[in-house]
């Protein structure tokens, strides 16, 4: 430990350090550091870690107190045994339905939690009374930190076992991450969103731009939970999403069904735009059946905007190949939204706009030549011009001098 640069913890996933004394501690469950009373001026659902100390001081605490940690073990409420953080088990944040549902041990009061990003790199570390609300208020803070979890879980509130198993885990992990250690960080974590604005007037409108953005953000991590601001926060021109009311479990049993549902009806594809890998959502809000194939409303969201359209799908365009109309209608909003097409229109169309508030299928391929080539490689022959009706101009009809004066004389005289 004592070669590893200030501030590695915060580059490298956690990996167990000072093995001899953090492994004898942490199976201990319980190591002493600040007075508990600092904790207990914070304690709410997601309570917030100090990390304070240096890991050069935290290993001379322990050490000092060693003999009280000894003390401590005999005598910790604590009805689970503490693990290193290496050997709990991570889970995602947000599960296959878009839910954040911890799975909680009955008769659980309080949880010590770790929550890691999307390269499974520490990232904070929390003390709660209510684990799931707890990890939605982390992860509307930070989405884009809050990919995955491990938890140790006690059947009774003491809050000292639990300070004292965070500092278990900064130590194994060489320090404290970034979002307890640093203090711009550590506010990020642990407070509503600032919306920055200037002037008391502009406070609430800027908070309501600021939720919106977060709600997005939500949304592209593929969150189908409920949010409802803090309205007393909004005014101040800050941003907090309120706790999940607790639900019985007839309640909890729908709630799964309902994003189950969800969860089946939303795609997330990948695709390249303007020469960057890109990803967009897909969610089908209705899908009905046609004499002619599939009617679709759905609402895809892109670069944290989202626009609404219903598209009809031929069935010649997946009956013969064996596809789902919503892998056609995926390929289609990858070709259009690397084409910029514009994603919503307004008024009476002009006759370059592509009608992309209601399509068909047969349109897309009637308006680009080159739609033909989004289906390369897999084996698909699109119905091509034969299919359809065109109203081209063959023949000249009435004056041939269509100069507009000639056309102004020729109305002038009928």
Known sequence: ???????????????????????????????????????????????????????????????????????????????????????????????????????VPEGTEASVFAVYNDKRQLQYVGLSKDLRNSLRTVFSRRPDKSHFFKAQHYST?????????????????????????????????????????????GRQK??????????????????????????????????????????????????????????????????????????????????FQTNGGRMMDVAVTFEQRETKHRVIVGKEYYEPYGLEPELVVERVFSFLLAKRVQRQTEGLLLSAQFPINYFSISEVEQNFPDFEAAWEGHGIQLPGDGKFWRFNKIHNYGSSDEDPSSLKRVFETT
């Open 157 to 201: 509130l003491d809050q000292e076992a639990m300070v004292a198993l965070r500092d278990a885990w900064f130590s194994e992990c060489g320090g404290p991450p970034s979002g307890n250690k640093l203090a711009m960080e550590r506010n990020l974590w642990q407070l509503p969103v600032d919306a920055g604005a200037i002037s008391a007037r």
């Open 1 to 103: 430990m004592q070669g590893l640069a200030a501030g590695a913890s915060e580059r490298l996933p956690c990996l167990p350090h000072n093995h001899d004394l953090a492994s004898r501690l942490s199976r201990l469950g319980v190591l002493p550091k600040q007075p508990v009373q600092q904790v207990q001026q914070q304690w709410h659902s997601c309570l917030p870690a100090s990390g304070q100390l240096s890991r050069q001081s935290v290993l001379a605490h322990h050490k000092r107190q060693h003999a009280s940690a000894l003390h401590a073990a005999d005598t910790s409420s604590a009805a689970t045994s503490s693990q290193t953080l290496e050997d709990l088990e991570m889970f995602s944040v947000l599960d296959t339905t878009g839910a954040i549902l911890p799975d």
């Open 206 to 287: 800027a908070a309501e731009e600021q939720m919106r953005a977060q709600l997005e953000l939500i949304r592209q991590r593929g969150c189908n939970e409920e949010w409802e601001a803090n309205p007393e926060l909004l005014e101040q021109g800050k941003v907090d999403f309120l706790p999940s009311k607790a639900m019985s479990p007839e309640e909890l049993a729908a709630l799964k069904a309902r994003l189950a549902d969800m969860a089946a009806r939303m795609r997330t594809v990948e695709t390249i735009i303007d020469g960057q890998p890109e990803r967009f959502s897909i969610f089908f809000r209705m899908n």
